[in-house]
């Protein structure tokens, strides 16, 4: 494992040998009083310690003996997609030179790994997804509005944004589900639960509208 200073009162854990949003449930369950929170990516975990009191040596220790809990239960979240209303579906569909209903099919076709939460609150980074969706880049131009709950794809990732905000992910639907409300401190998904997409019809969409997952 490698410790790295972030700041003066944050660390960031590398090499971890095992799911980063594993390390940060073992670290949260047994925290000292001096850390306040663990927060997971792809790869490295965020950990962040009342000033003045965490150290690197007294991290290590802590993180050193940490009990791990892997295969542990999991929340799956079953979202409504309408993938009409995915305004670059046929463009999607033309790179990876399939049709779009090949598109959508493989996007339903398995459940997803939220491996971190970020860029914005609630926004889940999902993956993989099937080899056949993969390799989508970025838009050359990022939007300067994404409507909330909008479906996207962009290298191995898929996500949701949960709210409106610009963004430079290719759009291939859009749920109808509030997946985020900062008010309520709504944030339903988190690293290492697992998303499922379903396919619904625009009135179904309707229908729907403003439910919360």
């Known amino acids: 494992m490698h410790i790295q200073p972030l700041g003066d009162s944050a660390f ?4 971890l040998g095992v799911q980063p949003y594993l390390f ?3 670290i949260r369950r047994t925290a000292p009083e001096w850390l306040l929170d663990a927060y997971p990516s792809y790869d490295v975990v965020g950990v962040f310690v009342r000033p003045g009191e965490g150290s690197h040596g007294s991290l290590l220790d ?5 009990p791990i809990e892997e295969g542990g239960p999991t929340r799956m979240h079953m ?7 995915g305004e670059d579906l046929q463009s999607v569909s033309t790179q ?7 598109v959508v099919r493989l996007h339903c076709s398995q459940s997803y790994t939220c491996f971190a939460v970020g860029f914005s609150p609630g926004f889940p980074y999902l993956g993989y997804l099937p080899d056949a969706l ?3 880049p970025r838009l050359t131009e990022p939007r300067l509005a994404v409507p909330a709950g909008s479906v996207a794809i962009t290298g191995k990732q898929t996500a949701i944004y949960p709210m409106a905000m610009p963004g430079g992910w290719t759009i291939i639907g859009r749920t109808p589900l509030e997946i985020v409300n900062l008010r ?6 988190s690293a290492g639960d697992e998303v499922q ?5 625009v009135d179904e969409f309707g229908r729907l509208r403003g439910q919360r997952l």
């Open 62 to 66: 802590f993180v050193s003996t940490l």
């Open 134 to 136: 993969q390799g989508v």
């Open 96 to 102: 990876l030179e399939t049709g779009s209903e090949a």
């Open 79 to 85: 979202i409504p997609v309408c993938y009409e209303m």
């Open 12 to 15: 960031i854990l590398s090499e």
């Open 24 to 26: 940060a449930d073992a």
């Open 197 to 201: 997409f379903q396919r619904i019809n």
């Open 184 to 189: 309520d401190g709504y944030f339903p998904i």
